[in-house]
């Protein structure tokens, strides 16, 4: 059986630097490549978001993108992407803080 293969990837400004970027649109990107680069020409590529929440306490919530392929009537997820919101966990005490 083949292990799966985990891999993380940051994009900087995700949503804050870089405004009219979302991961919707990098994995859309990444799915146009892979349909353009893969040999399977009966494959179609469609992509499925949705967003659930990863941190009951502070209400964090989350973007997965995933990619999936369809061959022969048959659906597989093969790539996912999460957009996670945590610019303003990281800013939180510094926005508090007074400035001199």
């Known amino acids: 059986m083949k292990s799966k293969k985990f891999v993380g990837i940051y994009l900087s400004g995700l949503g804050n630097a870089f405004i009219h970027e979302t991961a919707e649109k990098y994995a859309d990107r990444f799915k146009n490549e892979y349909d353009f680069h893969n040999p399977e020409?009966?494959?179609?590529y469609e992509l499925r978001v949705n967003r659930f929440e990863y941190d009951e306490k502070t209400n964090l919530v989350t973007n997965r993108v995933c990619v999936e392929e369809t061959v022969n009537g048959q659906t597989?997820?093969?790539y996912q992407f999460y957009e996670f919101?945590?610019?303003?966990?990281l800013t939180e005490v510094s926005n508090q803080a007074m400035l001199l």
């Open 41 to 44: 020409f009966a494959a179609k």
């Open 85 to 89: 919101e945590y610019a303003p966990v």
């Open 76 to 78: 597989t997820a093969i």
